[in-house]
C-alpha cells in the first residue's frame, strides 16, 4: 500500500455493477481500503471483501440510522419502491462479536448518534440510537479494536457517552471520529480524549474544513473517501471510489503546507499502527 482508504463503502449496493474494476483500480494505484459496514447485511459483505482481497479490512457494525425504522438512500442496499427504508435493526451483540472474531476486522462501527433526521418519537429515537452506541463500544472493547464513529448534529452527547466510557477503560478505549465535521473546541476535546479524526473528498470544496484541517496534527488524523459520497474535486459529480483518498492526501498537504509524499507516508503509518493493519 502507498495510500489507505480508512472509511469506503464499496460493500454498498452503488457497486454492485462493476465491483471488480472498482478494486482493481484501487489495486493498481496501490490504495489500500477499509470497509465499513452499517448494519448486519453490510457488515458481512465488508467482511467478505476483506478476506477475498488483500489490503483490503473490514469495520463492522450498527449505523445510528438503522435503529429505527427510516428513510434512507439507494446507494447503501438498494430500492424498495422508490427508496430504501431500514428495518430498524437491534444491536445483536452475540453477532457481531463472532464476526469480529474475523482476523480482517480490525474495529468497531460505524456507529454513534446522529441527530440529523430523526424521525417518529424523537426520545425513543434518540435512546435506542444511544443503546447501540453503548453496546458497540463495549464490543470495541472485549474485542481490544477501535471505534470507527459517526456523529452528525450529536458531539455533545457522543461525547459525554465517551468520557464516561474512558474513565473505565482507559486507553483500551480508542477510535476515530470519521468525516469529522465539529468546530475547533470539540476537536480540541476529541484530541484530550485520546481519539483520532479522518477527513474526507469535503476539504476539497468546502472552505470551512481549512482550519480544522490546519489545527489537527498530522499524526492525528486519517485520509478517508466515505465512498460512494463526497467525490473530491477534480472528479464531483461523479461517484466516489477509494482511489480518490488520494485527492484528501493531495489537499491535507496543500493546506498544511507539507510536501505531499511526506504527508502520504505518515497517513498510511497512522493507520497501520492505529487499526493494527496486518
Known sequence: MKYIDIHAHINFKAYDDDRAEVISRAKEAKVGMINVGTMQK????????????ENMFAIIGLHPAHVNKSFHDVDEIGE?????????????????????????????????????????????????????????????????????????????????ILHKYKKIHGDKLRGNFHFFAGDLEQAKEILDLGFRMS????????????????????????????????????????????????????????????????????????AVDFFNLK
Open 199 to 270: 477527513f474526507t473528498g469535503v476539504i476539497t470544496f468546502a472552505k470551512d474544513y481549512k482550519e480544522l484541517v490546519e489545527f489537527v496534527p498530522l499524526e492525528e488524523m486519517f485520509s478517508e473517501t466515505d465512498c460512494p459520497y463526497v467525490t473530491p474535486v477534480p472528479f464531483r459529480g461523479q461517484r466516489n471510489e477509494p482511489i480518490h483518498v488520494r485527492e484528501v492526501v493531495k489537499k491535507i498537504a496543500e493546506i498544511k503546507g507539507i510536501e505531499e509524499e511526506d504527508v502520504r507516508v505518515q497517513l498510511l503509518k497512522n
Open 80 to 160: 424498495e419502491g422508490k427508496a430504501f427504508t431500514s428495518r430498524g435493526e437491534d444491536f445483536d451483540y452475540d453477532f457481531y462479536k463472532k464476526l469480529g472474531e474475523n482476523g480482517k476486522v480490525v474495529g468497531i462501527g460505524e456507529c454513534g448518534l446522529d441527530y440529523f433526521r430523526v424521525e417518529g418519537d424523537k426520545e425513543e429515537y434518540v435512546a435506542r440510537q444511544k443503546d447501540a452506541f453503548r453496546k458497540q463500544i463495549e464490543l470495541a472493547v472485549e474485542l481490544d479494536v477501535p471505534l470507527m464513529i459517526h456523529c452528525r448534529e450529536a458531539y455533545p452527547d457522543t461525547l459525554e
Open 42 to 53: 453490510t457488515s458481512e459483505e465488508a467482511v467478505k471483501l476483506a478476506e477475498e482481497n
